[in-house]
Nanobody
């Protein structure tokens, strides 16, 4: 059974950094696309960063140059390095492995950017 567990969220001041991690348990991790999404209160869930099995990466315009997605196919881990955090980055961040239609989701981790 596939399971995703996110960690690394927390409270940080504007301009600070956090690194989110997502641990995948299951089969076929290395051939699946991985992504990070976020949902702020009252807003729809949105894509933050997507990394395909072939290495292609897409970022939301709002995080371009500040966030970096990466993966470790040996450890079945997905990372999101977040730098220069802004108040508007505050949201619950979710990891996805395998795509929107049939992929797995983690439980989410809260990121709060506040002074």
């Amino acid at each position: 059974q596939v399971q995703l567990v996110e960690s690394g969220g927390g409270l940080v001041q504007p301009g600070g950094s956090l690194r989110l991690s997502c641990a995948f348990s299951g089969r076929g991790f290395s051939v699946k696309a991985v992504g990070w999404y976020r949902q702020a209160p009252g807003k729809q869930r949105e894509l933050v960063a997507l990394l395909t099995s072939g290495g292609s990466i897409n970022y939301a315009d709002s995080v371009l140059g500040r966030f970096t997605i990466s993966r470790d196919n040996y450890k079945n881990l997905v990372y999101l390095q977040m730098n220069s955090l802004k108040v508007e980055d505050t949201a619950v961040y979710y990891c996805n492995v395998g795509g929107l239609s049939s992929g797995a989701w983690g439980q989410g981790t809260q990121v709060t950017v506040s002074s």
